[in-house]
């Protein structure tokens, strides 16, 4: 760790000291580190740092290494930023996100110093899970979208989620699937132009939830992609990143039911003035649709992907007639 990120630790947090330093992942295509940093002194034990910086050369997992892409990385970084120093701070303890302690830009590069979640009780890291720890994710992402219902999006994606159509237009070209490819604008649009809108976090997957022991309580991180948009598009994107097939066709009903419970909850206490059953009704109808949209994006970005299936095969189906009979 080079004189100018400990000095920035160091003031953030009082601390008298580094000690020990951990890589907890690298960043998506070399754009840098999140690392866990041990402090001597001071009032934290321990601290997260998220530290964006250029790489000389991209590499993509999925050789999507293009300008496009590039600036697409780039303004997600601007956009956490963004979110942990004007929006964070209406997160409370039912849609909980980590403290941001100091926010740096060095040149190109940005340091982003954070509340170590898991020394705030959220240390577990799940691969699979059970009804209670999906349940506490949906009553997350209830509190979340309650909470920005109707407000505008300043200086954060205008349409939030990393596969929003209007910046995938290379994975959109490549789809071999032409009647969904021909849908997506009509299936974009009605997403965006929902009566009911609010922040999505945009990147919703289980990987990005930190759960206390017992599963009950849980927090959210990775902020790069969140924006206005539909809250449905958080919903069937989470569920997608945690169940298989079955389980997504045999409990959507139980998801659904729950989720709009906690969200009622959430809006009755944050928002009385919002006709709820209006609102559920709309988002509702936008849950296949919500799926078809992330559907169209895996089908263009990763063709083989393990979550194109037959259930989101058949809700492409339904929404596509859906649309059909529309016109």
């Not at 941001?100 to 898991?118: F, Q, R």
């Not at 505008?152 to 939030?160: F, H, I, M």
């Not at 206490?269 to 895996?298: S, V």
Request: charged letters at 25%; a negative charge.
């Amino acid at each position: 760790m080079n004189q100018q990120l400990t000095d920035i630790i160091l003031q953030a947090t009082g601390a008298q000291g580094i000690g020990h330093t951990e890589i907890i992942q690298n960043l998506w295509s070399g754009y840098g580190q999140i690392i866990r940093v041990k402090l001597h002194g001071g009032e934290h034990n321990s601290v997260v740092v998220k530290h964006v910086k250029l790489p000389d050369t991209t590499k993509h997992p999925r050789g999507w290494n293009t300008n496009l892409s590039h600036q697409r990385k780039l303004k997600s970084y601007q956009v956490e930023t963004a979110w942990y120093e004007f929006w964070n701070r209406d997160c409370d303890d039912n849609c909980r996100t980590p403290h941001i302690l100091a926010l740096n830009h060095v040149g190109e590069e940005v340091v982003m110093v954070m509340e170590d979640l898991n020394a705030s009780g959220f240390s577990r890291r799940m691969n699979s899970v059970g009804w209670t720890e999906i349940k506490t994710c949906l009553r997350w992402l209830a509190n979340f979208h309650a909470t920005y219902l109707k407000q505008t999006p300043d200086k954060l994606w205008e349409v939030g989620t990393y596969w929003h159509l209007d910046t995938r237009p290379d994975e959109l070209n490549i789809m071999d699937d032409t009647k969904l490819k021909a849908a997506a604008p009509a299936i974009d649009q009605l997403l965006n132009n929902c009566q009911y809108q609010t922040f999505v976090h945009g990147d919703a997957k289980l990987a990005n939830f930190c759960f206390s022991e017992d599963g009950k309580k849980v927090a959210a991180v990775d902020f790069q992609y969140v924006g206005g948009g539909c809250g449905m598009k958080d919903v069937a994107y989470f569920v997608g990143s945690c169940l298989y097939e079955d389980d997504c066709e045999s409990m959507e009903k139980q998801i659904l039911d729950f989720y709009f419970d906690a969200l009622r909850a959430a809006v009755s206490e944050k928002h009385p003035d919002i006709d709820f059953e209006e609102l559920e009704l709309e988002w509702r109808e936008l849950y296949p649709l919500a799926w078809t949209d992330f559907h169209r994006f895996l089908k263009g970005w990763s063709p083989d992907h393990w979550k194109i299936n037959s259930y989101s095969e058949r809700l492409a189906r339904e929404v596509m007639a859906r649309l059909n009979k529309a016109q």
